[in-house]
T-cell receptor
Framework: ETGVTQTPRHLVMGMTNKKSLKCEQHLGHNAMYWYKQSAKKPLELMFVYSLEERVENNSVPSRFSPECPNSSHLFLHLHTLQPEDSALYLC??????????????FGPGTRLTVT | QQPVQSPQAVILREGEDAVINCSSSKALYSVHWYRQKHGEAPVFLMILLKGGEQKGHEKISASFNEKKQQSSLYLTASQLSYSGTYFCEDSGPFGAGSYQLTFGKGTKLSVIP
């Protein structure tokens, strides 16, 4: 596979469930990101990892827990979510830790619905 | 604070030109432009860096005014494939543990035959 892949593509979960989103990049990049895209709202940066270390956490509630075991994989662990967390969750990667200087490549996203 | 994009939406006929603007409230290090088609992921178009460096597709052009904290994306001789929502993403220099990456709300571009 090439580029950035995300699984699952669609997820429906109850508020008491625990689930995880997975992202994998096949580009040899060093930085990975999680974004949330809600209807009628701008893309919101959630987390940034560079060389497997978290370098940015934009005041995201603790019910979202990221994990980056290596530079190719990024997870977003979800627990006790709220209906307002329903959104498209996008993963992205970029070449280097000088994040602002490099374009991001996005995965297709996971459409999450919290019931 | 997120950058402000204008216009919010624009409809073009094939072959017409358009300009999309992005205004930021912070001192800028770079501006990124992306296009997202319905149901698809955003796709990179252009990066403009402080100091004048640009990276992007040959058929896309953009400007970056550091003093005015503004960027503009120029779409010329539009094609049907240009339709989508265009986002700018601005970032300040890394400081206080944050790159301050924020996206604008997007400009919806529709190209009709």
């Amino acid at each position: 596979e090439t580029g950035v892949t995300q699984t699952p593509r669609h997820l429906v979960m109850g508020m008491t469930n625990k689930k995880s989103l997975k992202c994998e990049q096949h580009l040899g990049h060093n930085a990975m990101y999680w974004y949330k895209q809600s209807a009628k709202k701008p893309l919101e940066l959630m987390f940034v990892y560079s060389l497997e270390e978290r370098v940015e956490n934009n005041s995201v509630p603790s019910r979202f827990s990221p994990e980056c075991p290596n530079s190719s994989h990024l997870f977003l662990h979800l627990h006790t979510l709220q209906p307002e967390d329903s959104a498209l969750y996008l993963c992205a990667s970029s070449q280097d830790q000088t994040i602002s200087s490099y374009e991001q490549y996005f995965g297709p996203g996971t459409r999450l619905t919290v019931t | 604070q997120q950058p402000v994009q204008s216009p919010q939406a624009v409809i073009l006929r094939e072959g017409e030109d358009a300009v999309i603007n992005c205004s930021s409230s912070k001192a800028l290090y770079s501006v990124h432009w992306y296009r997202q088609k319905h149901g698809e992921a955003p796709v990179f178009l252009m990066i403009l860096l402080k100091g004048g460096e640009q990276k992007g597709h040959e058929k896309i052009s953009a400007s970056f005014n550091e003093k005015k904290q503004q960027s503009s994306l120029y779409l010329t001789a539009s094609q049907l494939s240009y339709s989508g929502t265009y986002f700018c993403e601005d970032s300040g220099p890394f400081g206080a543990g944050s790159y301050q990456l924020t996206f604008g709300k997007g400009t919806k571009l529709s190209v009709i035959p």
